[in-house]
């Protein structure tokens, strides 16, 4: 979904541009877009089995600037994308926004046939937290020159400490989850219902986005023994806990990636490019 509101052409997965959500495989379904420039036409592009299919969309003749087009479901992930014609020039649309290069297809829109989005979510609001720098219950977070990281030691800053671009990745400033803990009746108080963490799996950074082992809580935020008790305090108060990852990639130090670097003929290799 493009969060672009004030660029002159607009689509995204709401129902003024899409006709429904969840629609299953081999079904078709209705896409809008809008756009305030002066258009000779407007073609849709879908990718499908690896090729792109070019499609001309079509002019909505009760309302000027609008075009829509019919995208049939044939995978489970159908990645899209509009092509504006100018005048003397042409602009393509996705979800990064409008361009006049061709943006690779991982900024394509998607639709997901079948998806279902829990409903839960749709009422909740949502308070995110970067658990290093939330709040410091003092566990066992990173020490200075524990570990090199990137060739580089890590180090751990006074908690007031102004973020500096020397401290990057690895300043461990020491918040924690029993931190977190500690904080619910003031987040509650805020009307919150849900909290959104990211990374908490063992990890040298101090974002844990690079995830050495996404089957381990960090100890240094407390480990699994924090974690458990951070859910049961949450659950208690009515509030739903989320963790944050990136399971499409894994960090340099995760076992799979060094199979997979150490030996050619492992079946991990495959896994990475």
Request: glycine residues 10%.
């Amino acid at each position: 979904m493009t969060v672009f509101a004030d660029q002159p052409a607009r689509h995204d997965h709401t129902p003024e541009y899409s006709d429904r959500l969840g629609a299953e495989g081999g079904e078709a379904v209705t896409l809008w877009m809008h756009t305030t420039l002066p258009l000779k036409g407007v073609k849709f592009m879908v990718v499908r089995s690896g090729e792109l299919e070019t499609f001309a969309a079509e002019p909505v003749a009760a309302a000027g600037g609008w075009y829509r087009s019919d995208l049939r479901l044939e995978a489970a992930v159908t990645r899209y994308a509009w092509q504006l014609e100018l005048p003397d020039d042409h602009l393509n649309l996705t979800m990064s926004g409008l361009h006049h290069v061709r943006r690779g297809w991982r900024d394509w829109f998607q639709y997901l046939a079948g998806y279902r989005a829990p409903e839960w979510a749709w009422e909740s609001v949502f308070y995110q937290i970067f658990p290093d720098r939330f709040r410091s219950d003092e566990t066992t977070g990173v020490q200075t020159g524990e570990y090199l990281y990137g060739g580089l030691p890590v180090f751990r800053v006074p908690w007031r400490t102004r973020p500096d671009r020397a401290g990057d990745i690895h300043a461990h400033y020491g918040g924690d989850l029993p931190g977190i803990t500690g904080k619910l009746p003031y987040l509650l108080e805020l009307g919150i219902n849900a909290l959104w963490l990211t990374p908490i799996f063992t990890s040298p950074s101090n974002h844990r986005y690079d995830i050495t082992d996404d089957r381990a809580i960090d100890p240094h935020p407390g480990g699994r023994p924090a974690h458990d008790a951070l859910l049961r305090a949450s659950h208690a108060a009515g509030v739903r806990v989320v963790l944050g990852g990136v399971f499409n990639h894994v960090g340099s130090g995760n076992a799979v990636f060094q199979a997979a670097m150490i030996d050619e003929g492992s079946a991990c290799r495959s896994m990475f490019t």
